[in-house]
């Protein structure tokens, strides 16, 4: 049995420790001390990390009321040096006591209660067993909890036998039957808890709810306490920042400066489709009006393979043709028509692609290939032409 010493002290991070156990396990060691201030994983709260003897504790976990320390390798001596990493136990013990006073405030307010409870690297949430939770509310709440916080109350943690715990009114059932840990938030919450809080509320500093997600008929909640939160702040507050720069707006007309951007966007857009249509039209005309033949071809250096396609679509409203378009910045060939000739493209593609480094084909009124260098585009293309031409003297 290890004493948890952090029950009654979350706030020590440096002590000295007897080493119990060293025990090998695979590529480590799990070290067993006589006490510990390092919070085994449990309740919802990742465990500390820190050092013993300037050895690296990666992980603590609690086995038949012993705690294990995983590190890299066993420690030399008996007496060991135990360090914690504080900055992360404190921003553990932050988040943790807002989660208390947030599951708190929804009880108190809407009979909410809270399931699931995460605390990670990534982000802090619980569940709360309300279907909806409005926007209204996520303000009322969070007013309500920042009140609990300005006004600094004690957080006090004991332990109790059941009889005794069950007199209290506890927010949520116990888990175990001895030795209940309570924790009691003065004139506000008492819950059953093993987990690491600070000494008063003001200690949170801050709570924001971050979002709101719905969850299996219940609703995830997002949140940031304290040293978190101030990170979040400056995060978004640096982006905004920014967004004020490029926009040249500020807070109050950020958002409506990148409505207007938007709209104007939108509006350009349409434009260029219109554009783009009335060239695809210019095109085939222009086809039309320079080439006397039934074969028509064209290099393009900028346009894609869509657009030769829409050229093509265009071409065969104003007659029977066929036609070969090249995209030389696509490296792309496309052959299509729309006569009465025996003209398989699909086929007549692929048979050509043997003499160059390419790929492709299709149906018998189109085809398309890819070629690795733009000479042998260019060289099939020019094939195909003749090809076709000849088709059309037979
Ligand atoms: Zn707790």
Request: net charge negative; aromatic share 10%; proline share 3%.
């Amino acid at each position: 049995m290890t004493e948890k010493c952090y029950y009654d002290d979350a706030y020590t991070y440096t002590w000295e420790s007897e080493v119990i156990e060293v025990i090998p396990k695979e590529d480590k060691y799990l070290i067993v001390l006589d006490k510990t201030y390092f919070y085994p994983e449990g309740g919802g709260q990742p465990s500390d990390s820190g050092t013993i003897d300037d050895i690296k504790v990666s992980y603590v976990f609690e086995e038949n009321k012993k705690i294990y320390h995983q590190v890299e390798k066993a420690p030399k001596k008996k007496t060991v040096l135990c360090k914690l990493d504080y900055e992360k136990r404190f921003i553990n013990m932050q988040q943790h006591t807002g989660e208390h006073l947030l599951a708190a405030t929804f009880y108190k307010y809407y009979k909410g209660v809270s399931n699931a409870f995460h605390m990670g690297e990534d982000y802090t949430s619980i569940d709360i067993s309300l279907p909806e939770v409005s926007p209204q509310m996520v303000k009322e709440i969070e007013n309500k909890v920042n009140e609990i916080i300005y006004k600094n109350v004690e957080v006090k943690t004991y332990l109790k036998e059941i009889e005794e715990a069950k007199k209290l009114p506890l927010r949520k059932q116990p888990k175990v039957n001895e030795d209940i840990r309570i924790v009691e938030i003065d004139g506000v919450d008492f819950c059953p808890c093993c987990g690491t809080h600070v000494k008063r509320t003001g200690e949170v500093g801050i709570f924001k709810i971050i979002k709101t997600e719905k969850s299996k008929g219940a609703t995830r909640i997002y949140f940031q306490c304290g040293k978190r939160a101030l990170e979040d702040y400056s995060k978004k507050h640096k982006i905004v920042s920014i967004l004020n720069e490029k926009f040249s707006a500020n807070e109050n007309t950020l958002l409506e400066k990148i409505e207007k951007y938007m709209a104007d966007v939108r509006e350009i857009e349409n434009e260029i489709k219109e554009l783009k249509r009335e060239a695809v039209v210019c095109e085939a005309q222009k086809l039309v009006k320079n080439s006397k033949e039934t074969v028509i071809y064209e290099e393009y250096d900028n346009k894609s393979i869509d657009e030769i396609i829409n050229i093509s679509k265009q071409l065969f409203q104003m007659g029977k043709y066929i036609f070969i378009g090249l995209s030389l910045k696509e490296m792309k060939l496309f052959i299509t028509h729309n006569t009465d000739l025996i003209l398989h493209c699909g086929n007549i593609i692929k048979n050509e692609l043997n003499k160059y480094a390419g790929k492709g084909g299709g149906s018998p009124i189109q085809a398309q290939a890819i070629f690795e260098s733009k000479e042998d585009l260019i060289k099939c293309g020019q094939a195909l032409r003749v090809i076709c031409k000849s088709l059309e003297d037979e």
